[in-house]
């Protein structure tokens, strides 16, 4: 079967056709404001005919803004004549939207109608179809109210089979009942007896029938509702063969060298959000391509390869998602900004007085343009409120960063209104998910490994402490806390947090939803999934998760002088993590060694203010180092502490002989004590 190239074309045309006719009429009334936002819907249907290859209809709306440009800051109506001309251009489009997929000499030949008007029965019969395909996508939600509400009604129905549970009961204890009166000397039950197997039989038929159908249609029905939920959803990369093609069409046009590149294009996100974001974006590139990216002589002259970059980046942040657009170009021309300006009425100290966080929101607003000529891609200042407009309806925010010669970063980040992720479902007194892409590692988190540091609760993870705050803090505080359970270490960027959990649930894909703004949710949360129940299951944002782990750190206590740093020497990196970890949150410089050798090693090269030493290790043990180190004039006025789990009176007293000024039984450590005494033996 052909794919049809103008699937999406046909629609997205249609509509902004519809959207022009009614602005026009608006104008003819004299309604202020309307000419910039038709501008900005010919500059939008201009792209999309260009990128599906139909230069008769991107040239008819290049004609619109050519009718409608000098009419931009106009008050009232425009004249007769030019709106005369636009409605003439837009019958022109709906020709050329009835003859899309229509070979050139098929129409002549099959009877097609070809000019303006085939327009108005064709475009009638598109209509048709869009409300058919529009039907099918607006009617999902729907959809799914329907088969959550099935379900639940389907769980009364469960409810029902388990009391025939108690009639099949009843029926088996009167056959018995009966068959034992028909056994007893002179009583004649044989009628009833029959009827009262028949009725165990009847209940017993009905029972299966009945818990069989309900199980098959409880799971047919999770899988309709997992499949609508599914068809909701459009992966990102879909956009990307529309954004190389306007980089392409776009670099064609310029004579200039252009690849594009996207990413996060798995990234399943609301078909709504992406065919508003459509427009912005396929606007954005163009942008890069004629105001940013330099011809191949500037950028060799610049240093830099012959061919420009334009990429596009889809990023799921918490409750938003981000489309990031990036060039390696010229960057923005920060003084053409200012020209345009004042061209647009600015007074010129007012202009040069601009600051560049000024210039960049002057480039947001749009309306003007820094382009010395006209032409097919830019130069009528349309094109950044093309993109404005598309992130205002999505509620979004639009930021833009430019270095001179390094290129421009354009960001729009929109609220998540619908995305799809893998999930660890986790128990914290009520099942969670945590999208799998941010799990690093499940680790178990007994009380001995989760260690007190003057910075809260951590633990050691990939050789260093990591925050560990327990899930139901934040979400079921008053939930009973397991004492021993799983941690998830959750990754953001290079920094991670263990999450303490009562336990692991299993996994699934979920589709969730933003919470609603009347129903304020934990800083955490990134919305909602409803069960096939229609119950909802919260989803974790990895990012905010990390960040508020980190928050509940409590920042490091400095000591009252600077000291010279600690000597840390044990074996196990466990023990060493976590002592290094609890001495820098002090404020202490620390290094490590691994051997009692090593340490000695060390500490001739380097002065020390103390020495924190394990007792039992591979080869020298740590009597025999503060032996050692006793022997030594340079070494032997250096304070040690030794820390064991050995707590024998034996094991203290030779301690204390070999020189030790303090000896600290792992079994009962007190980090307090020891920091305390740390501190009174470097004063």
């Known amino acids: 079967m052909v794919q049809d190239p103008f699937k999406y074309f046909r629609v997205e045309a249609h509509e902004l056709v519809d959207q022009l006719g009614k602005g026009i009429l608006e104008l003819e009334q004299g309604s202020a404001g309307t000419v910039p936002k038709l501008l900005r819907l010919a500059h939008t249907l201009k792209g999309a005919a260009r990128v599906v290859r139909r230069p008769d209809i991107a040239e008819y709306a290049h004609a ?31 020709g050329g939207l009835a003859t899309l997929g229509v070979e050139p000499g098929e129409a002549a030949r099959t009877g097609t109608p070809s000019a303006p008007e085939a327009a108005a029965p064709a475009a009638a019969a598109e209509q048709d179809n869009l409300r058919t395909v529009f039907a099918e996508v607006g009617d999902l939600d729907v959809l799914l109210d329907g088969v959550t509400e099935t379900h639940a009604q389907l769980r009364a129905v469960g409810r029902a089979v388990d009391g025939t549970g108690r009639a099949r009961a009843l029926a088996e204890q009167l056959a018995d009942h009966m068959a034992v009166r028909r056994s007893a000397p002179g009583v004649r039950g044989d009628k009833f007896a029959a009827m009262a197997e028949e009725l165990r039989d009847l209940i017993n038929g009905i029972d299966r029938g009945l818990a069989s159908a309900h199980e098959r249609m409880e799971r047919e029905l999770g899988q309709v509702h997992d499949a609508a939920e599914q068809l909701r959803l459009v992966p990102a990369g879909s956009l990307f063969a529309f954004l190389e093609r306007a980089a392409a069409d776009s670099a064609r046009a310029t004579g200039k060298l252009v690849s594009f590149h996207g990413s996060g294009g798995e990234t399943r996100l609301d078909s709504h959000v992406l065919r508003v974001m459509h427009e912005a974006l396929v606007q ?67 202009a040069q007085a601009l600051s560049q966080a000024q210039v960049m929101d002057l480039v947001l607003k749009g309306g003007f343009t820094t382009s010395a000529q006209i032409s097919e891609v830019a130069g009528r200042g349309v094109g950044m409120d093309v993109v404005r407009s598309a992130v205002e309806r999505l509620r979004g925010e639009m930021t833009v960063n430019s270095e001179a010669g390094a290129g421009t970063t354009f960001e729009m980040v929109v609220p998540l209104t619908l995305a799809a992720t893998e999930a660890l479902l986790v128990d914290c007194g009520m099942t969670v998910g945590i999208p799998f892409d941010a799990v690093a590692h499940v680790m178990h988190a007994a009380a001995q490994h989760v260690y007190q540091t003057a910075r809260g609760e951590e633990v050691v993870f990939d050789g260093r402490a990591i925050p560990f705050v327990r899930l139901a803090r934040w979400l079921t505080p008053e939930a009973e806390r397991a004492a021993v359970g799983p941690a998830i270490v959750v990754a953001s960027g ?33 919305g909602a999934s409803l069960d096939a129940d229609g119950n909802p299951q919260l989803v974790l944002d990895p990012d905010r998760l990390v960040r508020e782990a980190e928050a509940h750190v409590a920042p490091a206590p400095q000591p009252a002088a600077r000291v010279k740093p ?50 039992e290790m591979p080869g020298m043990d740590g009597f025999s180092f503060i032996e050692r180190i006793r022997a030594d004039n340079a070494l032997r006025d250096t304070p040690a502490i030794l820390v064991t789990s050995r707590n ?36």
Do not use: W
């Open 284 to 350: 954005t590139v163009r942008n890069a391509v004629a105001h940013g990216i330099e011809s191949e002589s500037e950028r060799r002259i610049a240093g830099k390869p012959p061919t420009g970059s334009v990429s596009v980046e889809v990023i799921r942040r918490g409750r938003a998602i981000v489309f990031r657009c990036r060039d390696d170009g010229r960057g923005i021309d920060v003084e053409a900004v200012r020209r345009a300006a004042i061209r647009r009425g600015m007074r010129p100290s007012e």
């Open 648 to 683: 024998a009176p034996e094991d203290l007293q030779r301690g204390r002989d070999a020189g030790a000024q303090d000896y600290v039984v792992k079994g009962e450590f007190n980090q307090a004590a020891l920091l305390a005494r740390i501190r009174e033996l470097t004063s």
């Open 494 to 526: 290079e920094r991670r947090a263990a999450i303490g959990v009562n336990g692991l649930v299993g996994t699934a894909r979920l589709v969730y939803r933003s919470i609603p703004e009347l129903a304020p949710a934990a800083a955490i949360v990134a």
């Open 64 to 94: 619109i803004e050519d009718a409608l440009a000098p009419h931009r800051e106009s008050p009232g109506a425009a004249p007769r004549a030019d709106i005369d001309t636009v409605l003439g251009l837009l019958d022109r489009i709906a």
């Open 566 to 615: 600690v000597l840390v020497v044990d074996d196990s990196l466990t023990t060493r993590m976590l002592e290094q970890s609890i001495l820098e949150s002090a404020g202490y410089d620390v290094d490590l060694a691994t051997s009692a050798e090593e340490a000695l090693e060390v500490a001739r090269r380097k002065s020390y203010s103390l020495f924190l030493v394990d007792v």
